[in-house]
């Protein structure tokens, strides 16, 4: 919960991993994320300058702008969509100074972005009577949408809005209906950056979200998670593969929630790998060098690997024991010294 001293409120928001369940949330799809333990931690304070003035420690940065100023591809857009949102809803007014700090690594696919809306909005709804974690999330994802315009899915912000940390969160992403999942502690998901760093806006997401839309439309089916593996050999080359990783996914990430509930962690390990073959080869979002990661995650004793979020870089996660984390952990940095471990 947002808290608030003197006018000043404060809101403490984790990054995510996606255990499970990718390209599906706007596929009509179920998804696993889990928040991390690495956050945004948000200041915000009503001022009088008649402008939204953003301080971040992170990049060492102070920017002042007017209240309805469009956004600029830089990073207090996050901070300045979700001001203007909710002015825009009565829930905040006049100019606002907001700082940041921030654990999340940027580019990494950890939801660094949903996290900074999400912190900013629920400062803005602290002094509404009860503002729900999923109406935030809502709200986050139209901002991601319609302000910054990458068109995104609602997984990272109701991973972000709502999970409970070190719990994985599984989201039906039609009805938006969640359920907390314990993981118990003789298995940790470990995230790892692979060193190569990536964006979300830079047009590559659009074109997946296009060409699944395209192959859904095709195939006369809303949600493409619906359509059948049957069906799809007339689709054209690139659509056929986008339908497969789909398809195939909402299964995998639908058997990955029954093992996890029965503790098959081998089995839970499996899927992981194999949503990362499909990423790799259907999805088309890997790159090579965290294909090569993925391999050596798995030869050093990983039980599954993949790379996470909307992937072209970032972040991997490996389902490991957690009698053997420290060492596997060790092992992999040594073999690639650019890979750092994030949580
Ligand atoms: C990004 C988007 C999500 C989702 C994933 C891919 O994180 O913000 O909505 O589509 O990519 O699973």
Same mark, same amino acid.
């Given at each position: +919960? /947002?808290?608030?001293?003197?006018?000043?409120?404060? !809101?403490?928001?984790?990054?995510?991993?996606?255990?499970? =369940?990718? *390209?599906?949330?706007? @596929?009509?799809?179920?998804?696993?994320?889990?928040?991390? /333990?690495?956050?945004?931690?948000?200041?915000?304070? &009503?001022?009088?300058?008649?402008?939204?003035?953003?301080?971040?420690?992170?990049?060492?940065?102070?920017?002042?702008?007017?209240?309805?100023?469009?956004?600029?591809?830089?990073?207090?857009?996050?901070?300045?969509?979700?001001?203007?949102?909710?002015?825009?809803?009565? *829930?905040?007014?006049?100019?606002?100074?907001? $700082?940041?700090? $921030?654990?999340?690594?940027?580019?990494?696919?950890?939801?660094? $972005?949903?996290?900074?809306?999400?912190?900013?909005?629920?400062?803005? &709804?602290?002094?509404?009577?009860?503002?729900?974690?999923?109406?935030?999330?809502? #709200?986050?994802? #139209?901002?991601?949408?319609?302000?910054?315009?990458? /068109? %995104?899915?609602?997984?990272?912000?109701?991973?972000?809005?709502?999970?409970?940390?070190?719990?994985?969160?599984?989201?039906?992403?039609?009805?938006?209906?969640?359920?907390?999942?314990?993981? /118990?502690?003789? *298995?940790?998901?470990?995230?790892?950056?692979?060193?190569?760093?990536? !964006?979300?806006?830079?047009?590559?997401?659009?074109?997946?979200?296009?060409? %699944? +839309?395209?192959?859904?439309? @095709?195939?006369?089916?809303?949600?493409? %998670?619906?359509?059948?593996?049957?069906?799809?050999?007339?689709?054209?080359?690139?659509?056929?593969?986008?339908?497969?990783?789909?398809?195939?996914?909402?299964?995998?990430?639908?058997?990955?929630?029954?093992?996890?509930?029965?503790?098959?962690? #081998?089995?839970?390990?499996?899927?992981?790998?194999?949503?990362?073959?499909?990423?790799?080869?259907?999805?088309?979002?890997?790159?090579?060098?965290?294909?090569?990661?993925?391999?050596?995650?798995?030869?050093?004793?990983?039980?599954? !690997?993949?790379?996470?979020?909307?992937?072209?870089? =970032? %972040?991997?996660?490996?389902?490991?024991?957690?009698?053997?984390? !420290?060492? *596997?952990?060790? &092992?992999?940095?040594?073999?690639?010294?650019?890979?750092?471990?994030?949580?």
């Amino acid at each position: +919960m /947002p808290t608030a001293a003197a006018g000043i409120y404060r !809101a403490t928001v984790p990054g995510r991993v996606n255990l499970i =369940g990718e *390209w599906i949330d706007f @596929n009509g799809g179920l998804v696993l994320p889990m928040p991390l /333990p690495v956050a945004i931690d948000l200041q915000r304070q &009503a001022n009088n300058l008649g402008q939204d003035r953003i301080i971040s420690e992170q990049f060492e940065e102070v920017g002042d702008f007017g209240l309805e100023d469009p956004a600029a591809g830089h990073w207090s857009d996050y901070v300045r969509g979700a001001l203007q949102y909710a002015r825009a809803k009565g *829930w905040i007014s006049g100019g606002q100074t907001v $700082s940041i700090a $921030s654990s999340i690594p940027v580019g990494a696919g950890l939801s660094s $972005s949903a996290a900074t809306i999400v912190a900013t909005l629920k400062t803005a &709804a602290s002094d509404m009577k009860h503002v729900a974690p999923l109406t935030i999330a809502l #709200a986050a994802q #139209a901002i991601e949408n319609d302000y910054i315009g990458v /068109p %995104c899915g609602i997984l990272d912000q109701v991973a972000v809005a709502a999970g409970e940390p070190g719990a994985a969160l599984a989201l039906d992403t039609r009805t938006r209906q969640y359920q907390s999942h314990n993981i /118990p502690d003789d *298995w940790r998901f470990l995230v790892l950056h692979s060193g190569v760093s990536r !964006a979300l806006s830079d047009g590559r997401y659009k074109t997946r979200r296009e060409e %699944c +839309m395209a192959a859904a439309d @095709n195939l006369g089916v809303d949600y493409l %998670c619906d359509a059948r593996l049957d069906d799809i050999s007339g689709l054209d080359a690139s659509l056929a593969r986008r339908a497969r990783h789909v398809i195939t996914e909402a299964d995998r990430s639908r058997q990955a929630v029954d093992a996890l509930i029965a503790s098959d962690f #081998a089995l839970f390990g499996q899927l992981m790998t194999d949503s990362h073959l499909s990423l790799q080869a259907d999805m088309q979002v890997s790159v090579p060098r965290i294909d090569e990661i993925v391999r050596v995650a798995l030869a050093l004793g990983a039980a599954g !690997a993949r790379i996470t979020g909307a992937g072209f870089g =970032g %972040c991997f996660v490996a389902l490991v024991e957690s009698k053997q984390a !420290a060492q *596997w952990a060790d &092992a992999m940095v040594r073999r690639h010294p650019d890979v750092k471990l994030i949580a």
